[in-house]
C-alpha cells in the first residue's frame, strides 16, 4: 500500500466519532488548496454508514457541493437517520467546516434481494498494463505551491488514460475519455459491513477526480491541466449496482452530453477487467475559462 492510500485508508477515510451521530475528519497532510471533492464525498459515506447498523449496503448517493473546503482545518458530518424501513436505509449527511455547511448528501441503503438483471455492454478496451501510470498532479508541474506541502501532489489511486489525458494538447479532442483506475494497493476483503463499505468510499473518491475533463476536452488546446480553465464540482451522484474491489482494475467509462451556461454535465460507468458493470455516476460542474 503506497503512503497516499495507507494515509487516505487508516486517517481520512477514519472518521472520529464526537457524538451518535456527529463524526469528524480531516485532510491529507498532503492536498490540495481547496479540499477534493471525492475526499468530502468519501467521508460523507463513511458518516453515513457507521450508522446503519444491518447488512444492508449502499446503493445510491447524491450530494452538493456548497462551499471550498479549507483542507488545514478538520470537517465536522452530521447524520440525520431520516428513515430505517423493511427494505431501505436513508440518511442524510451535512458537512460543516467553520459553522457553515460545505457539502450536503443523501445516502440510500438496501438489504440484500434478487431481482431482474441486465447491464450495458463494457466497451472493448486494450488491457490497463498497456498504458503508462501517470502523475495525477491536477496543477502544473512548474507551480507545485497549489498544495499545502509546497510539494506535487501524490494521489491514492493507480490512474492509466486510455484515451485523451489532462496532459494532451490540440483540439477537435470528444467530450469523452476512458481510464483505468485502481486504489494504489491492496485494500482489506470486503467480506465485513466496514470492508464493503471502504471499498464503495474508494470509488467515490475516485468517482470525482477525471469526470468533468469530458467536458473540458473539447474546448481548450493546451490540455486539461494547463489551466486555461477552472474547474468545481456541483453535484455528484452515484449508484453502486454489483459488488466490487476497488483495489482491483475499473475501467471508467465517461462522457459529456453537454456544456454551457458556465457548467458542464458528465457521466461515468465503472466496469471490472471481466466486464461487470458496478456503478453509473454523474456530475454537473463549474466550468469557467481563465482570463
Given at each position: 500500500m503506497g503512503q497516499a492510500l495507507r494515509e487516505l485508508v487508516d486517517d481520512v477515510l477514519d472518521l472520529e466519532r464526537i457524538e451518535r451521530d456527529i463524526f469528524?475528519?480531516?485532510?491529507?497532510?498532503?492536498?490540495?488548496?481547496?479540499v477534493?471533492?471525492?475526499?468530502?464525498?468519501?467521508?460523507?459515506m463513511v458518516a453515513a454508514g457507521r450508522t446503519v447498523d444491518d447488512d444492508?449496503?449502499?446503493?445510491?448517493?447524491?450530494?452538493?457541493?456548497?462551499?471550498?473546503?479549507?483542507?488545514?482545518a478538520p470537517i465536522v458530518y452530521e447524520v440525520d437517520r431520516t428513515r430505517d424501513g423493511r427494505s431501505f436505509t436513508t440518511r442524510r449527511v451535512t458537512a460543516v467546516q467553520h459553522g457553515e455547511t460545505i457539502f450536503t448528501m443523501s445516502a440510500s441503503f438496501q438489504r440484500p434481494e434478487k431481482g431482474v438483471e441486465h447491464q450495458a455492454p463494457k466497451p472493448d478496451t486494450p488491457d490497463p498494463d498497456g498504458f503508462p501510470r501517470r502523475d495525477m498532479a491536477p496543477v502544473p508541474g512548474d507551480r507545485p505551491a497549489f498544495t499545502t506541502t509546497g510539494r506535487r501532489l501524490t494521489w491514492p489511486l493507480d490512474v492509466?488514460?486510455?484515451?485523451?489525458s489532462p496532459w494532451d494538447t490540440?483540439?477537435?479532442?470528444?467530450p469523452c475519455n476512458r481510464v483505468w483506475v485502481r486504489a494504489d494497493g491492496e485494500l482489506p476483503d470486503p467480506e465485513?459491513?466496514?470492508?464493503?463499505?471502504?471499498?464503495?468510499?474508494?470509488?467515490?473518491?475516485?468517482?470525482?477526480?477525471?469526470?468533468l475533463e469530458a467536458a473540458?476536452?473539447?474546448?481548450?488546446t493546451g490540455g486539461a491541466a494547463s489551466g486555461e480553465v477552472s474547474l468545481a464540482s456541483l453535484d455528484h451522484a452515484v449508484w453502486f449496482h454489483r459488488p466490487f474491489r476497488a483495489d482491483r482494475w475499473l475501467l471508467y467509462v465517461?462522457?459529456?452530453?453537454?456544456?454551457?451556461?458556465?457548467?458542464?454535465?458528465?457521466?461515468?460507468?465503472?466496469?471490472?477487467?471481466?466486464g461487470v458493470l458496478v456503478a453509473s455516476v454523474v456530475q454537473e460542474g463549474l466550468i469557467r475559462r481563465r482570463s
Open positions: 469528524r475528519g480531516r485532510s491529507p497532510r498532503e492536498s490540495l488548496l481547496r477534493f471533492g471525492g475526499q468530502v464525498a468519501g467521508q460523507a444492508r449496503g449502499v446503493h445510491s448517493l447524491h450530494g452538493y457541493f456548497l462551499r471550498p473546503g479549507d483542507p488545514f492509466r488514460y486510455v484515451d485523451h490540440g483540439e477537435d479532442r470528444d465485513s459491513a466496514a470492508g464493503r463499505l471502504l471499498h464503495v468510499c474508494v470509488l467515490t473518491y475516485a468517482s470525482d477526480l477525471t469526470l473540458v476536452f473539447p474546448h481548450v465517461q462522457e459529456s452530453p453537454s456544456a454551457g451556461g458556465g457548467r458542464g454535465l458528465a457521466s461515468g460507468r465503472f466496469y471490472t477487467e471481466e
